[in-house]
């Protein structure tokens, strides 16, 4: 859908097809509030038009963390020439550039490194995330950042369109037309609106975006220095 035709599906579903109880302009405000909602329901790996890649990003350093941490980057519009949705939340991943992804580690796997209580391989990169910023350990080097763009907000251009894949308009909607139907006090239909959305969302995110079994889900790095599968775990021989 356009966000024209949009604009005129709320209209119908809202029984105000002239605009006397919410004209476009509030319509079109919460269509955008629906959109940035729809994109923290759905799993990452869903949002395939929004993923983005920056690549040959020049690491800055510091002394915030630790002399092991110091490599840095800010993953901001600067750096990306997008703003990843969620700042550094957004961030699905990171490689040396056009070489080998970076392993994630929590913060507190990072502490536990910089105690001796836990340790990396020599020649391994790894980052976490403090501050808004990645942090790489073991490596200097350009990287590429992997992430979530924010999407651009809709507007009433008669052909202007949604950034996120047509396979989710309906729930953006369906989720536009229960605030709307919360600013008019009916809440029966405000929950009507939002169950049928939610219901298509769960449906949704049931279904890996590349038919992968567990695709979606993060690998466990909790036991031991060894990424461990979620759905295909390693088992002695």
Same mark, same amino acid.
Request: contains cysteine; aromatic residues 10%.
């Given at each position: ?70 490599? %840095? =980057? /800010?993953?901001?519009? *600067?750096? !990306?020439?997008?703003? $990843? ?60 950042? %992997? =992430? /979530?763009?924010?999407? *651009?907000? !809709?507007?009433?251009? $008669? ?40 219901g298509m969302i769960g449906r949704y ?33």
């Amino acid at each position: 859908m356009t966000t024209a035709e949009m604009l005129t599906v709320l209209g119908d579903r809202l029984e105000d097809t002239s605009g006397d109880l919410f004209s476009d302009t509030v319509k079109l405000r919460y269509l955008n509030i629906a959109q940035d909602k729809l994109i923290q329901l759905l799993n990452p790996h869903l949002l395939t038009d929004l993923q983005t890649l920056k690549v040959d990003i020049t690491l800055l350093t510091d002394n915030d963390v630790d002399t092991h941490f110091k490599s %840095y =980057f /800010i993953p901001n519009n *600067t750096t !990306l020439d997008s703003t $990843p949705f969620g700042g550094v939340l957004g961030v699905l991943g990171i490689r040396v550039a056009n070489s080998n992804f970076i392993r994630k580690i929590s913060f507190d796997m990072a502490k536990d490194f910089t105690t001796g209580y836990f340790g990396f391989s020599a020649t391994e990169p790894v980052y976490f995330a403090f501050k808004n910023r990645i942090y790489i350990y073991n490596t200097t080097a350009k990287v590429d950042c %992997y =992430f /979530i763009k924010e999407p *651009t907000a !809709l507007a009433t251009s $008669p052909t202007a369109n949604s950034d996120l894949n047509a396979i989710f308009h309906d729930a953006l909607v369906e989720l536009a037309e229960a605030e709307l139907w919360r600013l008019s006090n009916n809440q029966a239909r405000k929950q009507d609106a939002e169950q049928r959305a939610y219901g298509m969302i769960g449906r949704y995110n049931q279904n890996p975006a590349t038919q992968v079994v567990g695709e979606g889900l993060p690998f466990d790095h909790s036991s031991s220095n060894s990424l461990v599968d979620p759905i295909y775990p390693n088992h002695p021989i």
